[in-house]
């Protein structure tokens, strides 16, 4: 079909809509998806296809979730080519274990990216979640229609996923993808980045909750995972294990704790 | 949680439901998900993470759609422990291409796996899909009810992806799975063990159509791919340039068409 435009998270394409056996050609907007190709210490690393926009927390936030980087401080360089979709990233120390991982990958369920370079179980070697930081279940209800909010401004096309790192005050980061474990991996980017720590913090995301978000959540220390989705019976597994506190079906009034509900505080029960 | 029960597609759990500020400890039914470990050549391949049921056809459909077999006829052996969460598979020749491919990886926005080993753009020298087989609109509409009734039967959690092929007809095959990806594998799988050619079928499915998709698609020579949610930006342009007539939005009495219309007829009109 003939490309009308092309802007940041959306594109304007022609199509055939047809309804009720009428046949008409019109206007459309399509979610954009692109490549991002990551360049580690100069050596092609792995091609990410997500949302256009943050793509410096992406590239950031996914070499976290796999365990290449932990801090800002191990980076030497980091740019991005934004018309080439190339991130290039270099690290002060040189990374032995890429070699070593990269024969071993576990592809997740999830939407948006999924390869876990470490087997899903190695993640039960990540420090255990001791944190005794409570929240009162009203407060999840605010934050996740604040996510819902800011949700709806930029959705024109259906689709795109959510995620966000609060406080118990309000949402500090937020960040759409079309992969539902990129907008989790920008999110952590953009914290890693700006050196805010997360282990008195509220992960909140759009999508199910499926095992490695729980991993992503564990190797940062998360205290809080909550969702207005579903999650899986190894994601409840998992969070159980690591300390971690999982909550999903968050809508209107309600939610369900999956694991470690002692973290929620119910004033009126 | 305790763990009450576990059966093929759900587990039970106790949570704790907070609805409108009170407490309860309630029975809840999780989607399970459960890793596969593919063994290629007696080589640990790669772990997906999945639905536990029709794990041979996803190893099959996974391996196709990565390009590592065609058909059924190369391979040799095939077993699955489901206990352990394996697949064993052999082919009949040696695989070179593996060292090869490994090292080059794209990770892909999709739900549910999303690894392409080869590059997003390879996919472009897959022959072009030039059947000439066109489809009334109103039989989509019918197919795609067909694939939400039979998704209705199987949905307790919420979550679940399914996927199908179908001729004119009907809906030949059915799968579901946690992961988008994972569903449109098992259904390759599927066609390529009962060797059934895909070059004159229907792609079905309830996810949103992003780019490796329409790749596994090219691969295949499918003609159509139909969702009832929406495409990106990338799958039209690569749908438009590997000749597949690409549908999104099929609700009711409309669909969308983003490429190739001239495959879809529409009487009334």
Same mark, same amino acid.
């Given at each position: 079909?003939?490309?009308?435009?092309?802007?940041?998270?959306?594109? *304007?394409?022609?199509?055939? &809509?047809?309804?009720? $056996?009428?046949?008409?050609?019109?206007?459309?907007?399509?979610?954009?998806?692109?490549?991002?190709? =990551? /360049?580690?210490?100069?050596?092609? +690393?792995?091609?990410?296809? %997500?949302?256009?926009?943050?793509?410096?927390?992406?590239?950031? @936030? /996914?070499?976290?979730?796999? @365990? !290449?980087?932990?801090?800002?401080?191990?980076?030497?360089?980091?740019?991005?080519?934004?018309?080439?979709?190339?991130? !290039?990233? &270099?690290?002060?120390?040189?990374?032995?274990?890429?070699?070593?991982?990269? $024969?071993?990958?576990? =592809?997740?369920?999830?939407?948006?990216?999924?390869?876990? /370079?470490?087997?899903?179980?190695?993640?039960?070697?990540?420090?255990?979640?001791?944190?005794?930081?409570?929240?009162?279940?009203?407060?999840?209800?605010?934050?996740?229609?604040?996510?819902?909010?800011?949700?709806?401004? !930029?959705?024109?096309?259906?689709?795109?996923?959510?995620?966000?790192?609060?406080? &118990?005050?309000?949402?500090?980061?937020?960040?759409? #993808?079309?992969?539902?474990?990129?907008?989790?991996?920008?999110?952590?980017?953009? %914290?890693?980045?700006?050196?805010?720590?997360? #282990?008195?913090?509220?992960?909140?995301?759009?999508?199910?909750?499926?095992?490695?978000?729980?991993?992503? $959540?564990?190797?940062?220390?998360?205290? /809080? =995972?909550?969702?207005?989705?579903?999650?899986?019976?190894?994601?409840?597994?998992?969070? *159980?294990?690591?300390?971690?506190?999982?909550?999903? +079906?968050? &809508?209107?009034?309600?939610?369900?704790?999956?694991?470690?509900?002692?973290?929620? =505080? %119910?004033?009126?029960?």
């Amino acid at each position: 079909m003939y490309e009308l435009n092309d802007n940041q998270g959306t594109r *304007e394409l022609e199509i055939i &809509r047809i309804k009720s $056996g009428q046949r008409s050609r019109e206007k459309d907007q399509v979610v954009t998806e692109t490549p991002l190709t =990551i /360049f580690l210490n100069d050596r092609e +690393f792995v091609t990410l296809l %997500c949302s256009p926009d943050k793509q410096d927390y992406l590239a950031v @936030g /996914f070499l976290r979730s796999e @365990g !290449f980087i932990n801090t800002a401080d191990d980076l030497d360089e980091l740019n991005v080519d934004y018309q080439k979709g190339i991130a !290039f990233v &270099r690290t002060k120390t040189t990374l032995d274990l890429v070699e070593k991982l990269y $024969g071993k990958r576990t =592809i997740t369920s999830g939407c948006g990216k999924g390869t876990l /370079f470490s087997h899903v179980l190695d993640s039960l070697q990540s420090k255990r979640v001791e944190s005794a930081m409570q929240i009162e279940a009203g407060v999840l209800l605010k934050l996740m229609y604040s996510l819902q909010e800011k949700s709806s401004l !930029f959705k024109k096309t259906g689709g795109v996923h959510s995620a966000a790192i609060a406080n &118990r005050e309000k949402i500090l980061f937020y960040c759409e #993808d079309i992969g539902r474990h990129n907008a989790v991996d920008k999110i952590v980017g953009e %914290c890693i980045l700006k050196k805010v720590p997360l #282990d008195d913090k509220i992960l909140l995301s759009s999508g199910r909750l499926s095992s490695e978000i729980v991993i992503k $959540g564990a190797k940062l220390q998360l205290p /809080f =995972i909550v969702s207005r989705s579903a999650p899986t019976s190894l994601s409840v597994d998992l969070a *159980e294990q690591m300390g971690i506190t999982m909550v999903g +079906f968050v &809508r209107g009034k309600r939610l369900n704790v999956y694991s470690h509900d002692y973290r929620i =505080i %119910c004033l009126e029960s």
